[in-house]
């Protein structure tokens, strides 16, 4: 993936297809290569930016086509928030930005992460149209029209 030789899309499908594999060493790449991903996160201040932006993708990605549930997925946009908590003009902030923009359709289903990542102050003043889509899903949720306002709510943000 970091030479290009596999693109991420093709990447998240063949983890996906691995995910659901009856063939238990599929199952245990799959597993491996998600623990693989969470404990390089650590590592990711020390990236290139040009890899930190792939494994931003892939991050947000996992987290988009609902490759990581429970612990996994807690664990996945907790590392997101956290780098979102870095100063705007980090690596790690960039990390972040580029990992939410892979699963911002799926921001309906965390209102409280919704919440947190609009207490982040300075994302505001650096990326009001993630805000602003933030805060049009909220208002969504809470007034109960989640199916026909999805698609608007998309609109704000591209």
């Known amino acids: 993936m970091f030479?290009?030789?596999?693109?991420?899309?093709?990447?998240v499908q063949m983890?996906?297809?691995?995910?659901?594999?009856?063939?238990?060493?599929?199952r245990s790449i799959f597993e491996c290569m998600i623990y693989n991903l969470?404990?390089?996160?650590?590592?990711?201040?020390?990236?290139?930016?040009?890899q930190l932006k792939t494994?931003?993708?892939?991050?947000?990605?996992?987290?988009?086509?609902?490759?990581v549930t429970d612990l996994n997925l807690g664990i996945a946009l907790r590392g997101v928030l956290d780098a979102l908590q870095k100063p705007p003009d980090s690596k790690m902030f960039v990390f972040g930005i580029?990992?939410?923009?892979q699963f911002l359709d799926r921001l309906i289903e965390w209102p409280q992460y919704c919440?947190?990542?609009?207490?982040?102050?300075?994302?505001?003043?650096?990326?009001s149209n993630i805000v602003a889509f933030i805060e049009l899903t909220?208002?969504?949720i809470s007034s109960?029209?989640?199916?026909s306002d999805v698609d608007n709510a998309s609109t704000v943000h591209h």
Do not use: C, W
Request: charge should be negative; proline fraction near 4%.
């Open 98 to 101: 580029n990992a939410l923009d």
């Open 115 to 127: 919440n947190h990542i609009l207490q982040i102050s300075h994302l505001r003043a650096t990326h």
């Open 38 to 50: 969470f404990e390089e996160y650590m590592l990711f201040p020390k990236y290139p930016e040009r």
């Open 138 to 140: 909220l208002s969504r």
């Open 55 to 67: 494994a931003a993708l892939l991050f947000g990605s996992v987290i988009q086509h609902q490759l």
């Open 3 to 11: 030479s290009g030789q596999l693109t991420i899309d093709a990447l």
């Open 15 to 26: 983890l996906a297809r691995f995910k659901e594999s009856p063939v238990q060493r599929e």
């Open 144 to 147: 109960g029209h989640l199916e």
